[in-house]
T-cell receptor, first 112, second 110 residues
Framework: GNSVTQMEGPVTLSEEAFLTINCTYT??????LFWYVQYPGEGLQLLLK?????DKGSNKGFEATYRKETTSFHLEKGSVQVSDSAVYFC???????????FGKGTMLLVSP | NAGVTQTPKFRVLKTGQSMTLLCAQD?????MYWYRQDPGMGLRLIHY???????AKGEVPDGYNVSRLKKQNFLLGLESAAPSQTSVYFC?????????FGPGTRLLVL
């Protein structure tokens, strides 16, 4: 079946540090891949997505590249801010289906 | 444009009680979803709907029922609440390839 594996958190960084959150997946065919972010006390919101191999999704300084050969979709940001503190979820959607499979989430804590 | 709204925000139930969670969206989306979020478990899909009058089971449907009588509303029912249903419940609707989430309902079952 489908599954998404994320690195466990929390990830603790100082402001302006480089961020990587690893995400790997198992799925039949060629899924679409997503990163969602959940700020404290809120619902999830889409951060970025990629729909085919070698696509790069980007938003708000975050980037992730769809790597089919390594079945990965790692999230990166060059310089994190305190306001980036949140829980980040990697997710996949199989082609032709309308449901998402989520990873367990990775909490990011950024200190000044 | 309110997006996705959920009612109530917080509720405490006793074991065996019933309740209904309401989700409403004003984006004219066909697809709607109910998830539960538990510590260390991520989000798990309970039920979903691909259009008015349709429902389908997700990953963890036991103990829950749903109805989609109107396109804009998706109701989640607990007929006989159990402590294992203590969780945060999120509703979402889908536009394009993006799911839009509500703010969540925190449910405590004693």
């Amino acid at each position: 079946g489908n599954s998404v594996t994320q690195m466990e958190g929390p990830v603790t960084l100082s402001e302006e540090a480089f961020l990587t959150i690893n995400c790997t997946y198992t799925a039949t065919g060629y899924p679409s891949l997503f990163w969602y972010v959940q700020y404290p006390g809120e619902g999830l919101q889409l951060l970025l997505k990629a729909t085919k191999a070698d696509d790069k999704g980007s938003n708000k300084g975050f980037e992730a590249t769809y790597r089919k050969e390594t079945t990965s979709f790692h999230l990166e940001k060059g310089s994190v801010q305190v306001s980036d503190s949140a829980v980040y979820f990697c997710a996949l959607e199989r082609s032709g289906y309308s449901t998402l499979t989520f990873g367990k989430g990775t909490m990011l804590l950024v200190s000044p | 444009n309110a997006g996705v709204t959920q009612t109530p925000k917080f509720r405490v139930l006793k074991t065996g009680q019933s309740m209904t969670l309401l989700c409403a969206q004003d984006m004219n989306h066909e697809y709607m979803y109910w998830y539960r979020q538990d510590p260390g478990m991520g989000l798990r899909l309970i039920h979903y709907s691909v259009g008015e009058g349709t429902t389908a089971k997700g990953e963890v449907p036991d103990g829950y029922n749903v109805s989609r009588l109107k396109k804009q509303n998706f109701l989640l029912g607990l007929e006989s609440a159990a402590p294992s249903q203590t969780s945060v419940y999120f509703c979402a609707s889908r536009g394009g390839e993006t799911q839009y989430f509500g703010p969540g309902t925190r449910l405590l079952v004693l």
